[in-house]
């Protein structure tokens, strides 16, 4: 006995544990496609990270397939929270188009982006994987479209143009953070971003004429 007492921590419920064993998996799963890929990431290398025995993984969910479409689903979620945050604080800035842009731009070389975007490109070619991670993929579109929306941000081009220019950044910023894998040039980057803004402030100017 130390003569002093001691502070008992409560036991976690089965349900916090299968949480934090769901967690795990999770993490260890988006780390592992970010920087090994789709293909390579094998439950092997998914538990290995996390810490557990493939056993751990099999109890919480079927199939490896499975683990992959809930970390699909954590990811749009997470960058979902993230994009709308960064649209909120947008406000009535000068420089919102700008701040906008930089914030797309560096999100597209995030992990967790690389991960969702191999995730993409495994499911060109497998069915069933595309067929399970559509509806959560279109219900992130249409949430991160709305937030842009919100903003007033393309507030200057007309209704049926918000949507196209918004995914013309994305797909542009998307391609170059996969590009930029293998063929490194921060200066480029930063000149096709003002680029980008200049060509999207002049066409404003355009199209209010």
């Known amino acids: 006995m130390t003569?002093?007492?001691?502070?008992?921590?409560?036991?976690?419920?089965?349900?916090?544990?299968?949480?934090?064993?769901?967690?795990?998996?999770?993490?260890?799963?988006?780390?592992?496609?970010?920087?090994?890929?789709?293909?390579?990431?094998?439950?092997?290398?998914i538990c290995g990270r996390a810490g557990l025995s493939v056993g751990a993984m099999?109890?919480?969910?079927?199939?490896?397939?499975?683990?992959?479409?809930?970390?699909?689903?954590?990811?749009?979620?997470?960058?979902?929270a993230a994009f709308t945050g960064v649209m909120e604080q947008l406000g009535d800035q000068a420089d919102s188009l700008d701040t906008a842009l930089r914030f797309l731009q560096a999100a597209q070389s995030d992990n967790i982006t690389h991960a969702l975007r191999e995730i993409y490109l495994a499911a060109r070619s497998d069915a069933e994987l595309r067929a399970r991670i559509a509806p959560t993929v279109e219900n992130y579109y249409d949430e991160i479209v709305?937030?842009?929306?919100?903003?007033?941000?393309?507030?200057?081009?007309?209704?049926?143009?918000?949507?196209?220019?918004?995914?013309?950044?994305?797909?542009?910023?998307?391609?170059?953070?996969?590009?930029?894998?293998?063929?490194?040039?921060?200066?480029?980057?930063?000149?096709?971003?003002?680029?980008?803004?200049?060509?999207?402030?002049n066409y404003a100017e355009a199209v209010d004429e």
């Open 146 to 201: 709305a937030a842009v929306e919100r903003t007033g941000v393309l507030s200057r081009y007309p209704q049926r143009l918000r949507e196209p220019l918004f995914f013309l950044a994305l797909h542009l910023f998307s391609g170059q953070a996969v590009v930029r894998g293998v063929y490194q040039r921060p200066e480029l980057d930063e000149a096709v971003l003002r680029l980008i803004e200049d060509m999207m402030q």
């Open 58 to 80: 099999f109890r919480q969910f079927d199939s490896r397939l499975d683990l992959i479409v809930r970390t699909a689903e954590e990811i749009v979620t997470r960058q979902t």
């Open 3 to 45: 003569g002093s007492a001691e502070i008992s921590r409560p036991r976690r419920t089965q349900q916090e544990r299968r949480a934090a064993t769901v967690g795990k998996l999770i993490e260890a799963t988006i780390a592992a496609i970010g920087e090994v890929g789709y293909q390579r990431t094998t439950v092997q290398e």
